[in-house]
């Protein structure tokens, strides 16, 4: 699973392939129209496309006479549930902060209250 | 209340940047952030203790410091590279990977009304290091199944 994270963020570090992404967000398209915006051939796009697909996160449909590219949206499930993970974790951390600075006086000092929080 | 804290995976570099907002001056979170008595107040994950071994904080200075969980250490050490009124700038290795170094910038801007934005960002070295510190957690990688450290844990390397 980790291996896939790593494998998805690569994708994504190109500004081309998060286009790609974007447009596919939008609804499935075929490799030219999605390569009719960029300044690029066909040949490139679809370089972008196997990195994308590789990383699981898009496949190649062929329905009817029209083979289209489409997103799925269950590798970006994946993402966000690391991210929100790393989250929890640091706002737990910032609670803990908040609650140090509530007991702070101007100059930085901190006025001790009733629990004993040194060893 | 504050909003909670906000993440971002940076898309272009190899970072993860956290945005929090806090009912403070940039002077008291510089402080709760450098004062080796503070700092083990709030920063070491919960149900944990973290021992500050050494720890100098000044540009120049290095710091150090210990996590004991259940009888399990783990070492984290880095260089203060710069220390002012509204920017933290540090290195951090993780012992149990020691070649791995981040970079680490905490900009404190005031916003006035007695509220103090936090950005912080890890800078690491390539985006498959990143990926796995997001997954693991960040914390210490061993949270939730980091199976490669787990290893290096059983097999006495750390």
Redesign the interface.
């Known amino acids: 699973m980790?291996e896939q994270?790593?494998l998805v963020?690569?994708a994504?570090?190109d500004?081309t392939r998060?286009d790609i992404v974007a447009r596919l967000a939008v609804g499935d398209a075929t490799v030219g129209e999605l390569a009719a915006p960029y300044d690029i051939s066909v040949q490139a796009i679809s370089k972008h496309l196997k990195v994308l697909e590789g990383a699981g996160l898009v496949t190649k449909t062929a329905a009817a006479q029209r083979r289209s590219v489409h997103l799925e949206a269950d590798v970006f499930g994946l993402?966000t549930t690391?991210?929100e993970?790393?989250?929890r974790?640091?706002?737990?951390?910032?609670r803990?902060?908040?609650?140090?600075?509530?007991q702070?006086d101007?100059d930085?000092n901190?006025i001790p209250t009733t629990q004993e929080?040194?060893? | 209340m504050s909003e909670p804290a906000r993440i971002e995976a940076d898309p272009t570099v190899p970072a993860i940047h956290i945005y929090r907002d806090f009912r403070a001056t940039p002077a008291q979170l510089v402080r709760a952030h450098t004062d080796p008595e503070l700092v083990p107040l709030w920063m070491g994950p919960a149900r944990r203790t973290m021992e500050v071994d050494y720890w100098d904080a000044r540009s120049g200075g290095s710091w150090r410091y210990v996590d004991r969980t259940d009888g399990v250490e783990l070492g984290f050490h880095g260089c203060f590279h710069e220390i002012s009124d509204s920017r933290i700038v540090q290195t951090f290795t993780f012992e149990g990977m020691p070649e791995a170094v981040a970079l680490e910038t905490m900009v404190f801007q005031d916003l006035g009304d007695g509220m103090t934005r936090l950005h912080a960002w890890s800078l690491v070295d390539s985006f498959e290091g990143r990926d796995a510190w997001l997954a693991s957690g960040m914390e210490t990688g061993v949270n939730e199944g980091y199976a490669a450290l787990d290893a290096l844990l059983a097999a006495g390397r750390v």
Do not use: H, K, N
């Open positions: 980790e994270l790593t963020f690569g994504l570090a500004p998060r993402m690391w991210i993970r790393y989250q974790q640091a706002e737990e951390r910032f803990r902060l908040d609650a140090l600075l509530e702070m101007q930085g901190v929080t040194s060893s």
